[in-house]
C-alpha cells in the first residue's frame, strides 16, 4: 500500500459507566447520527434488565453477553483451483468486539417489543444466560468452522 495506515482515535469513555467499549456499542446502535437518542435508548435498557433481573444495574449483565456472544473462530471463502472453500480463521479481539455488538444489536432490532430500550434488554438478558439469537449465531459460526476444519490448512 501506497499510505500509510491511518491511527486508531481513542474513544471517550461513556459518561455513565466510563468505558470506551459501551461507546462504541451506542455508536453502533446509533442511526443517521443521532448519538444521544442512542445513548438514551442504551441506558433504557441498561434500566429494564436492573429491573427484571433484580441486580443494581444492567452493566454486568451487558458485560456477560458480551462474552457469551463473542466468537473465537470463522469461517472466510477462498477460492482454490476452481473450488470455492469455507476455510476457519481465529479472529482478531477488535473484529470479535465487532462481531459481537453487531450481532446483538442486530437481533435485538429483529425482536417482537414495544421500544428499542426494551428488545435490547430482551435480547442482552437472553444472551448473558447464554440463550438468544445472538448465542446462536456464535454457535452456528463455530459449527460451521468445525465442519470446515479439514481445510484449515489452506489458510494464509
Known sequence: MRKTKAKKRPLSPD???GDPIVTRFVNSL???GKK???FTVFYEAMDKIAQSTGEDNGYEIWKQAMENTQPAVEVKS???GGA???IPTPIRDE???FLTMKWLIMYARKRHGKSMGEKLAAELIAASKGEGASVKRKED???MAEANKAFSHFRV
Do not use: E, L
Request: charged share 30%.
Open 78 to 80: 477462498r477460492r482454490i
Open 36 to 38: 444521544s437518542t442512542a
Open 15 to 17: 459518561p455513565k459507566y
Open 30 to 32: 446509533m442511526y443517521g
Open 84 to 86: 470455492t472453500f469455507q
Open 141 to 143: 459460526t463455530h459449527k
Open 95 to 97: 473484529r470479535k468486539q
